[in-house]
């Protein structure tokens, strides 16, 4: 088991911390929960269950992951197609939104 190639953990405070994964829902966790991320042989049973079902954990080797990501790509292209992605900066408080077909 480890952490997904594709999480983000951003820094929100000096408490909490964002957990960005694509297809997966934004978690916001306490710094209690990345100590866990970052050790998880000695991590709560609880913590790892829910990361693992949020798909922020994984026992899949990187190019697996990979290319599972893109095959959901490829699968999903049409409903993908034309919308809009939003892209959270840091240190900033408004996200910005772009076509991702130009």
């Known amino acids: 088991m480890?952490?997904?190639n594709f999480v983000t953990i951003v820094k929100l405070n000096t408490d909490e911390c964002l957990l960005l994964k694509p297809n997966s829902r934004l978690l916001i966790v306490d710094r209690e929960v990345v100590k866990a991320i970052k050790d998880l042989n000695n991590a709560p049973k609880e913590v790892v269950?829910?990361?693992t079902k949020e798909g922020f954990l994984t026992?899949?080797?990187p190019e697996e992951e990979v290319s599972l990501f893109?095959?959901?790509l490829?699968?999903?292209e049409a409903q993908i197609k034309g919308k809009y992605s939003i892209?959270?900066?840091y240190n900033c408080n408004y996200s910005v939104a772009s076509n991702v077909t130009k």
């Open 2 to 4: 480890c952490l997904s």
């Open 74 to 76: 490829e699968q999903n």
């Open 59 to 61: 026992n899949l080797k």
């Open 70 to 72: 893109y095959s959901f």
């Open 87 to 89: 892209a959270i900066t």
């Open 49 to 51: 269950e829910v990361l």
